[in-house]
T-cell receptor, first 110, second 114 residues
Framework: SQTIHQWPATLVQPVGSPLSLECTVE??????LYWYRQAAGRGLQLLFY??????ISSEVPQNLSASRPQDRQFILSSKKLLLSDSGFYLC?????????FGPGTRLTVL | DQQVKQNSPSLSVQEGRISILNCDYT??????FLWYKKYPAEGPTFLIS?????DKNEDGRFTVFLNKSAKHLSLHIVPSQPGDSAVYFC?????????????FGKGTHLIIQP
């Protein structure tokens, strides 16, 4: 069966520091991968999606970036965090139209 | 412009009764709809979906109804149980439209009262 992992589970970072969140999927190959953010009081906002290694599409302009160095690995990064980057970050994978989410990373930027 | 709307931020229902969660969408290109359940500090869990070729889909206690002309869908939970207390997200997409992500509503917090 397929499983999706995210780490770290929680992260507290100062403003201006870099960020790297990792997502990996097991039990499938060539999945579509997604990064979402849930900010306080808001729904889930799609940030990036990827259909294959090295292929990244961005949905929202921001100071975040994503990379897919391996088939089942998806990384969310920032060079300098802003206060507004605080939120709950979710990685998801999809074989077709239904997406399955990881456990999430709670990021607090102070 | 919010393409998927859940107009009730919260809903309180007595245990054993029916919970009805509503969702409206504006984009007529959407043809595949999903409901997710989310506990605090966890990722959303897929519950049930419906394609626009259907108007109803049932899975155990969960039934989703789709009214395409009204661009409205609803999730019925019968009977409601304490473990159903969570935030429920409605989502929509274009089936077969490639890898585009889901468009989510802001969620409805369902509280099941004993």
């Amino acid at each position: 069966s397929q499983t999706i992992h995210q780490w770290p589970a929680t992260l507290v970072q100062p403003v201006g520091s870099p960020l790297s969140l990792e997502c990996t999927v097991e039990g499938t190959s060539n999945p579509n991968l997604y990064w979402y953010r849930q900010a306080a009081g808001r729904g889930l906002q799609l940030l990036f999606y990827s259909v294959g290694i090295g292929q990244i599409s961005s949905e929202v302009p921001q100071n975040l970036s994503a990379s897919r160095p391996q088939d089942r690995q998806f990384i969310l990064s920032s060079k300098k965090l802003l206060l507004s980057d605080s939120g709950f970050y979710l990685c998801a994978w999809s074989p077709m139209d239904t997406q399955y989410f990881g456990p999430g990373t709670r990021l607090t930027v102070l | 412009d919010q393409q998927v709307k859940q107009n009730s931020p919260s809903l309180s229902v007595q245990e054993g009764r029916i919970s009805i969660l509503n969702c409206d969408y504006t984009n007529s290109m959407f043809d595949y709809f999903l409901w997710y359940k989310k506990y605090p500090a966890e990722g959303p869990t897929f519950l049930i979906s419906i394609s626009s070729i259907k108007d109803k889909n049932e899975d155990g206690r969960f039934t989703v109804f789709l009214n395409k002309s009204a661009k409205h869908l609803s999730l019925h939970i019968v009977p409601s149980q304490p473990g159903d207390s969570a935030v429920y997200f409605c989502a929509a997409t274009y089936s077969g439209g490639g890898a585009d992500g889901l468009t989510f509503g802001k969620g409805t917090h369902l509280i099941i009262q004993p």
